[in-house]
Every structure is written in C-alpha cells, then in structure tokens.
C-alpha cells in the first residue's frame, strides 16, 4: 500500500467495477503508482483526518487531486467534500465530483459546497477510460496548485 507521502489521485469510490476501470485507465497513462482507493467516505475521511493512531494520520504531503463518488456507503461523497472544504489543512485540494448522477440537485450542491469540478461518468468503456485518463493528466501533471 502506498504511503501518503506517494499519493498523488485519491479515488474515493465504492464500485470494485468502476474503481478497476479507472485504474486500467490510469496505468494507460503510468499514472497508477500514485493512486490510493478509500472504498467509502470515512476511509475517505479517515486518509486526512484519521486520528494519531491511524496509519494514514500524517497530513504533511497532500494528494494532488480527488476524485470523489457521491453515492458512497458510511459517509456520503457530498459530507466528505463538505468536510475537506471545511478545513484549513484540506480546502485547497482540488476535488473533482465523478459520479453517475445527473441530478441537478446533487450537481448544485456539489458546486455550492466546494466541488472544482462535476463530471458525470460516461457509461461507455472507452469513453470512461478517456475522460478518467485526460483528467488525471491534468490535475497530475498540468495544473499548478497552490504552494
């Protein structure tokens, strides 16, 4: 497993499916050494607000980006991105909502509660591996965060 210091995608998604079919399309890119999977939100919250004893505890080097599902167990994805807003350590790490609902409820509560970006996941095999693909190169490689 990695170490978080390593970790440069965070993939908070619950579906083994979805969550193979975006690492396939990462490895596309060599960009799957960097990628950790929270299987649901609080593993999710749990990577950066874990308490001292949990192993993922340390803060210190953030991952570049977030790809977060809405419909997650435990903690759902609009309450995972409510609370990384919400804190100074972790309110400038970009978060990208990437999810089958096309609701605009969720859609505008995303973008109200913080969300960079909205992207509704394609059904189609290739389509998915594209979109997964372009987006990891470009929160990964192209955008330049804050220091």
Do not use: C
């Not at 969550?19 to 799957?32: E, H, P, S, V």
């Not at 299987?39 to 607000?49: M, V």
């Not at 949990?54 to 980006?65: D, Y």
């Not at 409820?105 to 693909?133: C, H, M, Q, T």
Request: no cysteine.
């Amino acid at each position: 497993m990695n170490s978080q210091h390593d970790v440069e995608i965070l993939l908070v998604e619950d579906d083994p499916n979805d969550a193979a079919l975006t690492l396939r399309a990462f490895q596309a890119r060599n960009l799957t050494n960097q990628v950790f999977v929270a299987r649901d939100g609080a593993e999710a919250l749990d990577f950066f607000f874990g308490d001292a004893s949990h192993p993922w505890h340390e803060i210190g080097i953030a991952p570049k980006v977030i790809l977060l599902d809405l419909n997650l167990p435990k903690v759902g994805g609009l309450e995972v991105l409510r609370r990384l807003k919400a804190d100074e350590r972790t309110r400038a790490l970009p978060v990208i909502v990437l999810t089958s609902s096309r609701e605009e409820p969720d859609i505008a509560a995303a973008y109200r509660l913080g969300a960079n970006s909205y992207i509704v996941k394609p059904v189609d095999f290739e389509a998915f591996s594209r979109a997964v693909s372009e987006l990891g190169l470009y929160w990964v490689l192209l955008n330049e965060p804050p220091q």
